[in-house]
């Protein structure tokens, strides 16, 4: 969490410079990430996100290049200016950075409902914001659409299951290296599918299976994801025969002898079956 020390130690930073007294009026400073999670241990700094209008950018970068080639700012990543990308600058007395972007960028990722931008916008903490239009954000990155969030989990079932199909030989031939990555890809859109189904963003890779665990369904298949992660750590793919098959005849019950297909096919399910519940309730309330 952030401290009013912190937030003070912060915003002070930024009134040092002068370069910054025009624009600040329209300048929001945020913290997003873990700090603003309250998710911090020895391994987590603070990230700020500093947002522009793009009329003042361009200024402002210039004003931050010239301060690190008179050594008066600190950056992480001095070789982004070569490619007049903005660096990671830190700050005084915070273990942390932060990068300048413009409004613009991020309200047109918003606008389509990019989900890591909807993630990280939902719960940052402002510290400074007068014009209000970090807030007008904020508001925006709050919830999908119906017809979007539809069509986000239309998506990602149509590709966890392009990802079982497309495992299925490799399986059989045990190339753990194809199977890894499209087992991997899969794993990937569940997780994500946990978090739409509670019309929750997911974020991106780092913090997807903690998100997932804090959602019904990760909280439902958090023992079963946990497995498939220790099947895709070995460093051999397991197969064993079975006396029972459950879909003998099948032209893939071949598969039910790998634990690993098994596990992400048991959470697909899992995933099926709350889908059709759920448009039976819709159905049955109309």
């Known amino acids: 969490m952030i401290t009013p020390e912190m937030r003070a130690t912060i915003l ?8 910054w007294r025009p624009h600040w009026p329209e300048t929001a400073v945020v913290v997003v990430g873990s700090a603003a999670r309250g998710r911090t241990d020895e391994f987590a700094d603070v990230d700020v996100e500093v947002y522009v209008p793009k009329s003042s950018y361009d200024t402002i970068y210039e004003s931050y290049a010239a301060a690190v080639e008179r050594g008066s700012v600190e950056v992480l990543n001095p070789r982004a200016l070569l490619f007049r990308e903005f660096p990671l600058v830190t700050m005084p007395g915070i273990k942390g950075h932060y990068r300048v972007h413009t409004f613009e960028e991020v309200e047109r990722r918003a606008a389509v409902y990019d989900d890591v931008t909807m993630w990280i916008h939902q719960r940052g903490l402002v510290t400074h914001d007068p014009s209000g239009r970090y807030g007008k954000l904020r508001q925006a990155c709050s919830s999908y659409p ?32 194809a199977v890894t990555l499209t087992m991997t890809e899969g794993l990937r859109c569940l997780l994500r599918l946990c978090c739409l189904l509670d ?23 958090q023992e079963v994801f946990q497995q498939l992660f220790e099947e895709l750590a070995r460093p051999e793919i397991r197969r064993a025969k079975r006396e029972h098959y459950e879909r003998p005849g099948d032209r893939n019950a071949d598969l039910e002898e790998f634990p690993l297909y098994v596990l992400y096919h048991r959470a697909r399910d899992y995933f099926r079956q709350r889908l059709a519940a759920n448009a039976k309730r819709k159905e049955a309330s109309r």
């Open 12 to 19: 002070a930073h930024f009134e040092a410079h002068d370069f």
């Open 146 to 177: 119906k017809d979007v969030l539809r069509e986000k989990v239309r998506h990602h079932v149509l590709s966890a299951i392009s990802a079982e199909s497309g495992a299925s030989n490799p399986l059989r031939r045990g190339d753990r290296p």
């Open 199 to 221: 019309n929750r963003p997911f974020p991106y890779d780092k913090w997807l299976y903690r998100e997932a665990c804090d959602t019904t369904a990760g909280r439902d298949l």
